[in-house]
């Protein structure tokens, strides 16, 4: 079923076809032939003029051979955005929207008191989980030979080494020799070899150990913290060099990547998949171990009236702080360039062996940080010093310095003040200065990839100069590509002003039967600058579209060079030849500054009744400005399609405003209204999303589809027991999602940001207080 086909601007737009292009059936080329492969009778063309080729479903139109009752070899590459769309892969049935986890958690507190002006305490803190997640099938990116002795090998020799006859050699060719050629693999998902398994084993332990107490006639407290988290992550993966090693058997124990899929169901398995003893003989756990630790020290002291003015006693409290800070990301051998993939058949040299894993290095880092801070509780006008509408006016004041050993130092203010003009009537106000440092994988790593798929523009534009495509969102160039990303020693960190100001309304009903009412309202503002982030695959991808129609290319996408096969699709176009693209290129940076602006809406209303409390409350979040200063090079990418000379549907961030763009609604609400009396209490909760646009998924002229909002419900009744063996603990039951909402589509499934996958599920708890 289609979910955009009642809407005709979207019905026709293939964007939201979330199938891979990557799948049993293989693209592939014969390496050092003669050109086109072609077999008598007829002189049949079973190649292209590059030697390309690849398998497909007998049922669809394009067949040169057959090889078994499902799969025949058809000339060229795969067709997965037009005839062959059908043999696409769907990487969803069979996998998890969240994954499997088991939690255990333990936490310790206790103190001594070693006098009336000391107690020493500690906290200890223990965490474990356990998740598991299945992914789809492992693709094949990384290109490799398959040996001339391939038992399967359609090209592969008139005789094999050990005297016996081939008989998987097609009959008839007119121009392979008699000992065969090899064969590249390009683009390939090893169905036969099951799903991907990503077990992940985490913990993170937790102890402080302090005293607090008083010096004099201040409070001191101190302490030490030491803590520390690792992380294990095991997921089955293809061993590149056994891979191969399994291809160049002449027996039927190698490895068949020519055998496709299934013609009754193109988008889903492997109806002749090699055997479980072959597809173990290449196939290992992948292991990846990150550890972070933190030492920390700190002294604080303060006093509440350190000195009397007129409107009350000056509080102060000051404090130091030092910390050391530790990562290591380890990386499996096969993949940090230790263990490399060297090809066999032609010599080229792969620092990661595995298959559909760029090469990702090892990394580590430190830092230590020194953090000293002051604040200031001045009360400036007092009830007793009886001002006309200043009850009272109170200020804070603080400052914190922190001196970082791998970029710098930093020193930023907050000043806050409140107003009572009367009794349930405040004026409240702050503005501060703050700062992020990057963390340590953003400034030390040397490079590492990851693998992305987008759309490649230029093709796009190539399709739709021949007339293949009636629009741009039709086109189904999609491509998958590896992500190299450096990190960036000379980051700074990002750098904040925020300042905020609002009201507290608690109206006095002099009746206590008609309850508390606390209303607020709080106007904020956030500006940011120098936040960490990167240009991003799409844009680069835009760019190099733009760049190409201009007759140069962006250098940080890199392109195979043009084949045969790609000289045809860019024939009477006047585009230029491209190869596919197979490397984007980008860094860490800091960007340019960033405001956020909103109104934080909230009341909570209190009564008691003759028949139970009652508490209701709701919280609205109005987002009134999310806008972002564009880099220049996005702001010549925003000017070529104004101008039309990139397609108006290439899809853009338009960065200068992004309220209700994908994960940011104008509007966020909640309520929540609960019932209690006695031991019993029952509870509800509302939480609504208005719309926001899927600027990703652009109709003809370049709008965005819009995401409808959305409203879920939950509701809870829970007894407490008093007394005996059961005394303080809780029962509750409950159901989230009463309503059994599914979360609003888009074209690439759902916003995780904003909604949850679950639908309607009731829970039981029971907790016991000790």
């Given at each position: 079923?289609?979910?955009?086909?009642?809407?005709?601007?979207?019905?026709?737009?293939?964007?939201?076809?979330?199938?891979?292009?990557?799948?049993?059936?293989?693209?592939?080329?014969?390496?050092?032939?003669?050109?086109?492969?072609?077999?008598?009778?007829?002189?049949?063309?079973?190649?292209?003029?590059?030697?390309?080729?690849?398998?497909?479903?007998?049922?669809?139109?394009?067949?040169?051979?057959?090889?078994?009752?499902?799969?025949?070899?058809?000339?060229?590459?795969?067709?997965?955005?037009?005839?062959?769309?059908?043999?696409?892969?769907?990487?969803?049935?069979?996998?998890?929207?969240?994954?499997?986890?088991?939690?255990?958690?333990?936490?310790?507190?206790?103190?001594?008191?070693?006098?009336?002006?000391?107690?020493?305490?500690?906290?200890?803190?223990?965490?474990?989980?356990?998740?598991?997640?299945?992914?789809?099938?492992?693709?094949?990116?990384?290109?490799?030979?398959?040996?001339?002795?391939?038992?399967?090998?359609?090209?592969?020799?008139?005789?094999?080494?050990?005297?016996?006859?081939?008989?998987?050699?097609?009959?008839?060719?007119?121009?392979?020799?008699?000992?065969?050629?090899?064969?590249?693999?390009?683009?390939?998902?090893?169905?036969?070899?099951?799903?991907?398994?990503?077990?992940?084993?985490?913990?993170?332990?937790?102890?402080?150990?302090?005293?607090?107490?008083?010096?004099?006639?201040?409070?001191?407290?101190?302490?030490?913290?030491?803590?520390?988290?690792?992380?294990?992550?095991?997921?089955?993966?293809?061993?590149?060099?056994?891979?191969?090693?399994?291809?160049?058997?002449?027996?039927?124990?190698?490895?068949?990547?020519?055998?496709?899929?299934?013609?009754?169901?193109?988008?889903?398995?492997?109806?002749?998949?090699?055997?479980?003893?072959?597809i173990d003989s290449f196939t290992f756990d992948l292991v990846r171990r990150s550890k972070t630790t933190l030492a920390l020290a700190d002294f604080k002291v303060s006093r509440a009236d350190v000195v009397a003015?007129?409107?009350?006693?000056?509080?102060?409290?000051?404090?130091?702080?030092?910390?050391?800070?530790?990562?290591?990301?380890?990386?499996?051998?096969?993949?940090?360039?230790?263990?490399?993939?060297?090809?066999?058949?032609?010599?080229?040299?792969?620092?990661?062996?595995?298959?559909?894993?760029?090469?990702?290095?090892?990394?580590?880092?430190?830092?230590?940080?020194?953090?000293?801070?002051?604040?200031?509780?001045?009360?400036?006008?007092?009830?007793?010093?009886?001002?006309?509408?200043?009850?009272?006016?109170?200020?804070?004041?603080?400052?914190?310095?922190?001196?970082?050993?791998?970029?710098?130092?930093?020193?930023?203010?907050?000043?806050?003040?409140?107003?009572?003009?009367?009794?349930?009537?405040?004026?409240?106000?702050?503005?501060?200065?703050?700062?992020?440092?990057?963390?340590?994988?953003?400034?030390?790593?040397?490079?590492?990839?990851?693998?992305?798929?987008?759309?490649?523009?230029?093709?796009?534009?190539?399709?739709?100069?021949?007339?293949?495509?009636?629009?741009?969102?039709?086109?189904?160039?999609?491509?998958?590509?590896?992500?190299?990303?450096?990190?960036?020693?000379?980051?700074?960190?990002?750098?904040s002003t925020n300042w905020s100001a609002g009201i507290v309304l608690q109206p006095d009903f002099q009746n206590p039967k008609l309850g508390k009412l606390t209303i607020t309202a709080d106007y904020w503002s956030?500006?940011?600058?120098?936040?960490?982030?990167?240009?991003?695959?799409?844009?680069?991808?835009?760019?190099?579209?733009?760049?190409?129609?201009?007759?140069?290319?962006?250098?940080?996408?890199?392109?195979?060079?043009?084949?045969?096969?790609?000289?045809?699709?860019?024939?009477?176009?006047?585009?230029?030849?491209?190869?596919?693209?197979?490397?984007?290129?980008?860094?860490?940076?800091?960007?340019?500054?960033?405001?956020?602006?909103?109104?934080?809406?909230?009341?909570?209303?209190?009564?008691?009744?003759?028949?139970?409390?009652?508490?209701?409350?709701?919280?609205?979040?109005?987002?009134?400005?999310?806008?972002?200063?564009?880099?220049?090079?996005?702001?010549?990418?925003?000017?070529?399609?104004?101008?039309?000379?990139?397609?108006?549907?290439?899809?853009?961030?338009?960065?200068?405003?992004?309220?209700?763009?994908?994960?940011?609604?104008?509007?966020?609400?909640?309520?929540?209204?609960?019932?209690?009396?006695?031991?019993?209490?029952?509870?509800?909760?509302?939480?609504?999303?208005?719309?926001?646009?899927?600027?990703?998924?652009?109709?003809?002229?370049?709008?965005?589809?819009?995401?409808?909002?959305?409203?879920?419900?939950?509701?809870?009744?829970?007894?407490?027991?008093?007394?005996?063996?059961?005394?303080?603990?809780?029962?509750?039951?409950?159901?989230?999602?009463?309503?059994?909402?599914?979360?609003?589509?888009?074209?690439?499934?759902?916003?995780?940001?904003?909604?949850?996958?679950?639908?309607?599920?009731?829970?039981?708890?029971?907790?016991?207080?000790?």
């Open positions: 079923m289609s979910y955009f086909a009642d809407d005709p601007r979207f019905a026709g737009n293939l964007t939201a076809d979330g199938r891979a292009t990557q799948s049993p059936w293989a693209n592939l080329a014969v390496v050092n032939g003669p050109g086109t492969v072609r077999r008598n009778p007829g002189n049949v063309a079973l190649t292209s003029s590059a030697g390309a080729f690849h398998t497909q479903s007998v049922l669809n139109a394009g067949c040169a051979v057959t090889v078994n009752a499902d799969t025949c070899l058809g000339s060229g590459t795969r067709a997965t955005a037009t005839t062959l769309r059908s043999e696409r892969f769907d990487t969803r049935p069979g996998t998890t929207v969240a994954p499997s986890i088991h939690r255990f958690n333990s936490f310790l507190s206790a103190h001594y008191d070693v006098s009336d002006s000391l107690t020493l305490y500690t906290e200890l803190g223990y965490y474990r989980a356990d998740t598991t997640r299945i992914q789809p099938p492992t693709i094949n990116l990384n290109a490799i030979v398959v040996p001339a002795s391939n038992y399967w090998n359609p090209f592969g020799p008139v005789t094999f080494a050990n005297g016996t006859a081939n008989p998987n050699r097609l009959s008839g060719l007119t121009n392979v020799p008699a000992a065969g050629l090899p064969v590249r693999l390009s683009t390939y998902r090893f169905v036969d070899a099951g799903y991907q398994r990503v077990n992940v084993d985490n913990w993170q332990s937790r102890f402080l150990g302090g005293a607090r107490g008083k010096i004099g006639s201040f409070d001191f407290d101190t302490a030490i913290l030491y803590s520390e988290a690792q992380a294990t992550d095991v997921s089955n993966a293809v061993n590149m060099t056994k891979l191969q090693q399994a291809l160049s058997l002449s027996t039927p124990d190698a490895y068949n990547p020519f055998s496709g899929g299934c013609s009754a169901t193109p988008s889903l398995g492997d109806c002749s998949p090699s055997s479980q003893g072959t003015l007129p409107g009350g006693d000056l509080g102060v409290a000051f404090g130091i702080e030092g910390r050391r800070e530790t990562q290591a990301d380890i990386r499996d051998d096969n993949l940090n360039g230790t263990i490399p993939f060297v090809d066999a058949v032609t010599g080229e040299r792969s620092l990661s062996n595995v298959a559909a894993v760029s090469p990702t290095p090892t990394t580590r880092g430190r830092r230590t940080v020194f953090s000293a801070f002051a604040e200031l509780a001045v009360p400036v006008i007092s009830p007793d010093m009886n001002i006309p509408l200043v009850q009272r006016v109170d200020l804070q004041i603080a400052g914190r310095y922190e001196h970082y050993s791998d970029f710098g130092s930093v020193a930023k203010p907050k000043i806050a003040g409140a107003w009572d003009l009367t009794n349930g009537f405040r004026i409240r106000g702050s503005w501060s200065q703050g700062f992020r440092a990057p963390n340590l994988e953003q400034t030390n790593t040397v490079q590492y990839s990851r693998l992305g798929s987008n759309t490649d523009f230029y093709r796009c534009e190539a399709d739709l100069r021949a007339r293949r495509i009636t629009t741009f969102g039709a086109c189904g160039r999609g491509v998958s590509y590896s992500i190299f990303i450096a990190g960036n020693p000379d980051l700074k960190p990002e750098e956030i500006r940011q600058k120098g936040i960490v982030g990167q240009f991003g695959p799409q844009n680069a991808l835009v760019l190099d579209y733009l760049l190409r129609l201009q007759g140069s290319s962006n250098p940080n996408v890199i392109r195979a060079a043009a084949t045969a096969d790609d000289t045809p699709v860019f024939t009477g176009t006047g585009l230029a030849a491209a190869g596919v693209v197979t490397q984007i290129n980008d860094q860490f940076t800091n960007l340019l500054p960033q405001t956020v602006e909103g109104l934080d809406l909230g009341l909570l209303y209190n009564v008691r009744t003759g028949i139970g409390k009652f508490d209701w409350s709701v919280n609205a979040a109005h987002l009134i400005k999310f806008s972002r200063d564009t880099p220049p090079g996005v702001t010549t990418l925003f000017d070529a399609r104004a101008a039309g000379t990139i397609n108006a549907a290439t899809p853009l961030t338009d960065a200068t405003d992004l309220i209700e763009q994908r994960g940011r609604p104008k509007w966020r609400l909640t309520s929540s209204l609960t019932w209690s009396l006695k031991r019993i209490q029952v509870g509800g909760f509302v939480n609504y999303t208005a719309d926001v646009n899927d600027t990703n998924f652009l109709d003809a002229n370049g709008l965005p589809y819009v995401v409808k909002g959305q409203a879920t419900v939950n509701l809870y009744a829970q007894y407490r027991f008093k007394g005996g063996v059961l005394d303080d603990t809780r029962f509750r039951i409950g159901t989230r999602n009463l309503f059994d909402v599914q979360p609003p589509i888009t074209a690439d499934g759902y916003l995780g940001s904003l909604y949850s996958p679950y639908g309607r599920y009731l829970y039981a708890t029971i907790s016991k207080r000790f």
